[in-house]
């Protein structure tokens, strides 16, 4: 399970304090997948980083009984400097995984062919993306966090064969989903939550979270 007990979360703007969580509490157990709607700018990007441990809260505990992975699409992970080789066979000794299986599975899911063998500063935006989607695949997650506002690559052969992996392993595994468009929701999770102006209201179901998200627009 992945569980906030009383999180609060804020930042100052300058003139202003916004307020992202205030005293939030929630649980969010496995085989039991969450949709977050909010609209664009309350902080939803903030909540899925605190919920991979990218961020910390300022006020409150996250506790993660499993393994939550770090949000689709991050590439804060990769060190410039280093080769995609080095830093996939880097990122496999955290997790405790095979490097030679993590490192294969990423030449042959990202085909950046004589690339891999380059530091990944030389890479092109797209390369990036394919090499961190890559990454989050040949790791093995209990739960997955998906952020609206993830970076997408535009290789279609990537896409075809990324996207029937990750329908594969989103079919066993837990997903988090933050987003302004229920829509979006409707293809992972039966429960929902209303992030409104630091306050999250969870339901049991979508349709009782898209009444308030509508009503509040």
Same mark, same amino acid.
Request: net charge negative; proline share 3%.
């Given at each position: 399970?992945?569980?906030? /007990?009383?999180? #609060?979360? #804020?930042?100052?703007?300058?003139?202003?304090?916004? +307020?992202? !969580?205030?005293?939030?509490?929630?649980?969010?157990?496995?085989?039991?997948?969450?949709?977050? !709607?909010?609209?664009?700018?309350? $902080?939803?990007?903030?909540?899925?980083?605190?919920?991979? $441990?990218?961020?910390?809260? /300022? /006020? $409150?505990?996250?506790?993660?009984?499993?393994?939550?992975? *770090?949000?689709?699409?991050?590439?804060?992970?990769?060190? #410039?400097?280093?080769?995609?080789?080095?830093? +996939?066979?880097?990122?496999?000794?955290?997790? %405790? !995984? /095979?490097? %030679?299986?993590?490192?294969? @599975?990423?030449?042959?899911?990202?085909?950046?062919?004589?690339? *891999?063998?380059?530091?990944?500063?030389?890479?092109?935006?797209?390369?990036?993306?394919?090499?961190? @989607?890559?990454?989050?695949?040949?790791?093995?997650?209990?739960?997955?966090?998906?952020?609206? $506002?993830?970076?997408?690559?535009?290789? =279609?052969?990537?896409?075809?064969?990324?996207?029937?992996?990750?329908?594969?392993?989103?079919?066993?595994?837990?997903?988090?989903?933050?987003?302004?468009?229920?829509?979006?929701?409707?293809?992972?999770?039966?429960?929902?939550? =209303?992030?409104?102006?630091?306050?999250?209201?969870?339901?049991?179901?979508?349709?009782?979270?898209? =009444?308030?998200?509508?009503?509040?627009?």
């Amino acid at each position: 399970m992945l569980e906030f /007990d009383n999180v #609060s979360k #804020s930042f100052w703007t300058g003139t202003q304090r916004k +307020v992202i !969580l205030e005293r939030a509490s929630f649980r969010v157990e496995l085989g039991n997948s969450l949709g977050i !709607l909010a609209p664009n700018g309350t $902080g939803k990007t903030t909540i899925i980083n605190m919920m991979s $441990g990218l961020e910390k809260p /300022d /006020d $409150g505990e996250i506790r993660r009984g499993c393994r939550v992975s *770090f949000p689709l699409g991050f590439m804060g992970g990769l060190i #410039s400097k280093h080769t995609g080789r080095e830093n +996939v066979r880097f990122i496999a000794q955290l997790y %405790d !995984l /095979d490097p %030679d299986y993590v490192e294969a @599975f990423c030449r042959w899911l990202c085909e950046i062919n004589e690339y *891999f063998e380059m530091p990944v500063g030389t890479y092109s935006s797209g390369m990036r993306a394919r090499l961190s @989607f890559a990454l989050l695949l040949a790791l093995d997650f209990d739960i997955y966090l998906i952020d609206e $506002g993830m970076p997408s690559t535009a290789d =279609v052969n990537f896409n075809r064969k990324a996207g029937a992996i990750l329908r594969e392993r989103l079919e066993k595994a837990t997903i988090i989903v933050v987003s302004h468009q229920a829509s979006t929701l409707e293809k992972f999770c039966r429960s929902a939550a =209303v992030l409104r102006k630091g306050q999250l209201h969870m339901f049991d179901t979508l349709e009782e979270a898209k =009444v308030l998200y509508d009503y509040e627009a």
